[in-house]
């Protein structure tokens, strides 16, 4: 694989998901206000109800809407993954897809472009979505915005990954936005997201220990201690593994040989 060409390749793929997102004016609202909402409503209402003690990566009592920002930038990047591979799953129904892995270049590097395309352009929404947060007091170290960039980066793109696998197990488009709904609100709730592990430990062990094994959970507590300047060492660990094992599955799932192509192939004959 030459390098010019990969590169080419990587801009190109780069350019058309930023146009892409800037022309959806719509979904760049929705991709500020959701988390907005959830913040000046939901964090306020709970407030009194959810109070936190003294927590890593926390030096001294805080808010509930300083604990549930980082929960809200993960689910930001869970929706705009799920979103991203939905329209993958357009592209694939179109046909711009298959034209795409067509290219001489590995399939996983074309997949790779596409999801660290996808992740890339989510980021100037995260940052405008923490520099909002700061009305409500939300406020984590200056250095903080910088330090969390690594681990927005990396959870960007173990979500992307996630959808990338199941995009590729989905053979219609309304199939796939069903499927959404269904995935996107279990990975949310059932996470450190809204509440910290040892309350969910009071109310459910089960729940708790769901909620723990839960990869939504890591890449969200690995943004929260980033934000904080702490390194969470098992959170890391646990992102980069999904993101390995999801985006495996994806390449397989988009084999020619393999998964959907397999079929539309042999319907085709």
């Avoid at 030459?2 to 801009?11: E, F, G, P, Q, T």
Wanted: aromatic share 14%; charged share 15%.
């Amino acid at each position: 694989m030459k390098m010019r060409y990969a590169s080419r390749a990587l801009i190109g793929i780069m350019h058309r998901e930023m146009l892409r997102l800037v022309g959806q004016r719509g979904r760049l609202a929705a991709a500020v206000v959701r988390p907005l909402v959830w913040l000046g409503i939901f964090a306020v209402g709970f407030r009194s109800v959810l109070g936190l003690s003294i927590i890593p990566p926390y030096q001294t009592y805080i808010l509930y809407e300083v604990y549930i920002v980082p929960g809200l930038v993960g689910m930001m990047l869970l929706f705009h993954g799920m979103q991203s591979s939905l329209s993958m799953v357009y592209d694939r129904e179109m046909g711009s897809m298959r034209v795409l892995l067509t290219a001489p270049l590995p399939r996983w590097w074309l997949l790779g472009a596409r999801l660290l395309a996808n992740t890339v352009t989510v980021l100037p929404i995260v940052y405008l979505f923490l520099v909002l947060a700061r009305f409500w007091d939300v406020r984590p170290p200056a250095l903080g915005y910088l330090a969390a960039m690594p681990a927005l980066g990396l959870a960007g793109l173990m979500l992307a990954a996630f959808g990338l696998a199941l995009s590729s197990m989905i053979r219609q488009l309304e199939n796939f936005a069903g499927v959404m709904n269904f995935v996107i609100f279990p990975l949310f709730f059932a996470s450190t997201a809204l509440y910290p592990l040892w309350r969910l430990e009071e109310v459910s062990p089960i729940l708790a220990a769901i909620a723990g094994l839960n990869p939504f959970s890591h890449a969200v507590e690995l943004i929260r201690f980033a934000l904080y300047l702490r390194f969470e060492p098992v959170a890391l660990a646990v992102c980069i593994l999904a993101l390995a094992v999801f985006f495996a599955l994806g390449v397989w799932g988009y084999d020619p040989g393999r998964g959907f192509w397999a079929r539309r192939i042999a319907k085709g004959a």
